[in-house]
Nanobody, 119 residues
Framework: VQLQAYGGGSVQTGGFLRLSCAVS????????MGWFRQAPGKEREFVGG??????YYSRSVKGRFTISRDSAVNVVFLQMNSLTPEDTAVYYC???????????????WGQGTLVTVSS
């Protein structure tokens, strides 16, 4: 299974971005999907996930970020609104058998896409 994340970029505070994660080489519906981020000098942090029962988010992004998946094209999205400099990080998508909140809960990882939010 291969994952490719894209859509990162630079925005100002209050702006928005939509990240995409394309999944290939596997049966998309078999996997729960997660988004993580890692800021310089910090550990990888759970952002949100989607499984068969729905979506869930970390406290820091809940209400601002939305995850969705399009099974017709095997893509999962992360819509990020009201961005702040604290959201600056490399964002990773991941696939696993269940959408846990720890990196080790996931089997497959994308390469990451950089999001930079300036004040």
């Amino acid at each position: 299974v291969q994952l490719q994340a894209y859509g990162g970029g630079s925005v100002q505070t209050g702006g928005f971005l939509r990240l995409s994660c394309a999944v290939s080489g596997g049966t998309f519906r078999d996997y729960a999907m997660g988004w993580f981020r890692q800021a310089p000098g910090k550990e990888r942090e759970f952002v949100g996930g989607v499984n068969w029962s729905g979506t869930y988010y970390s406290r820091s992004v809940k209400g601002r970020f939305t995850i969705s998946r399009d099974s017709a094209v095997n893509v999962v999205f992360l819509q990020m609104n009201s961005l702040t400099p604290e959201d600056t990080a490399v964002y990773y998508c991941a696939a696993g058998s269940y959408a846990g909140m720890r990196p080790l809960d996931y089997i497959y990882w994308g390469q990451g896409t950089l999001v930079t939010v300036s004040s």
